[in-house]
């Protein structure tokens, strides 16, 4: 029980309880079936609402329901929309850890390692750096231009231009 209301997945758990919540509110103040309280409890949430409570006879909700299926539509829906969202992810979140796997042992072309050797440094071999900014380069993560907008920020703090920074050039407050 802790895992599922305290882990990653804790949005179905409580998406499961707002359900619910619409259930029993179909089952017990509109004395409907489970069928239709669960129709309705879903079908509210995934489609702004399919089912609705009866209206009076001049076609208006009256105020209890119409309060609660607005209270439960206006916090249900973006809940349903972020559990399917985070289903999502937890759907893909393999594919795209293989993929990017994948992009990073890729041997570097002639290209790739001419360009790379100068993404940090000068010197004409690919250091670390290079190796760490050529991967988020390939994978999307981040631009050239990011990239020389941070090299111009490490610049601006790098004072005594020694190449590194200490803790009182790290810690300054400069921005570009």
């Known amino acids: 029980f802790k895992t599922l209301c305290g882990g990653q997945h804790r949005i179905f758990f409580v ?16 004395g409907w079936d489970v069928i239709t309280a669960t129709h309705f409890a879903i079908s ?8 609705a409570p009866p209206t009076d006879s001049n076609g208006i909700l009256p105020a209890k329901p119409a309060i609660f299926c607005g209270v439960y ?7 349903f929309a972020l559990a399917l969202a985070h ?20 041997p570097l072309d002639v290209t790739e390692f001419e360009f790379a050797k100068h993404l940090c ?4 071999v690919i250091h670390m750096s290079d190796f760490i900014v050529l991967q988020l380069l390939r994978q999307g993560k981040v ?21 590194v920074l ?8 400069n921005i570009l």
């Open 121 to 124: 440094s000068k010197d004409g």
């Open 15 to 30: 998406l499961v309880l707002w359900i619910t919540m619409g259930i029993s509110w179909g089952i017990v103040d509109q």
């Open 73 to 79: 539509c206006l916090f249900g829906i973006p809940l």
């Open 143 to 163: 631009t050239v231009e990011t990239v020389d907008f941070i090299k111009k920020q490490f610049d601006s703090l790098d004072v005594d231009r020694t190449g």
């Open 87 to 106: 289903f999502a992810r937890v759907l893909v979140e393999s594919h795209v850890t293989v993929a990017e796997q994948a992009a990073i042992t890729k």
């Open 166 to 173: 200490n803790f009182d050039e790290a810690t300054r407050n």
């Open 44 to 51: 509210a949430l995934a489609t702004g609402g399919l089912t």
